[in-house]
Nanobody
Framework: QVQLVESGGGLVQAGGSLRLSCVAS????????MGWYRQAPGKQRELVAI???????DYADSVKGRFSISRDNAKNTVYLQMNSLKPEDTGVYFC????????????WGQGTQVTVSS
């Protein structure tokens, strides 16, 4: 019904930058909040950033000042600009969207790997 496709992950050196994208498609009437989560090996999945309907944002303390989340409603796309990357940022990054398509549901992307080398 609804698909989220992520892109932009890869291998980068510490101090570098990456820009992640997530495009939602399918039977969508509207998208409410969208967020980025990450999961490092052996750790729980954690919230990285969220952008609400109306474009207010929240960030994990560990990424404040380095990451920026944004959205393009016309393209059903959410972005995560990641600057000054650190090795501890390494993990699988997932996009989540809360959508209205007859029923309110949460959908997750497949995840994209981000690896930061020192």
């Amino acid at each position: 019904q609804v698909q989220l496709v992520e892109s932009g992950g890869g291998l980068v050196q510490a101090g570098g930058s990456l820009r992640l994208s997530c495009v939602a498609s399918g039977s969508i009437f509207s998208i409410n909040a969208m967020g980025w989560y990450r999961q490092a090996p052996g750790k729980q999945r954690e919230l990285v950033a969220i952008i609400h309907k109306g474009d207010s944002t929240d960030y994990a303390d560990s990424v404040k000042g380095r990451f920026s989340i944004s959205r393009d409603n016309a393209k059903n796309t959410v972005y995560l600009q990641m600057n000054s990357l650190k090795p501890e940022d390494t993990g699988v990054y997932f996009c989540k969207a809360n959508t209205w398509s007859g029923v309110l549901r949460d959908y997750w992307g497949q995840g994209t790997q981000v690896t930061v080398s020192s």
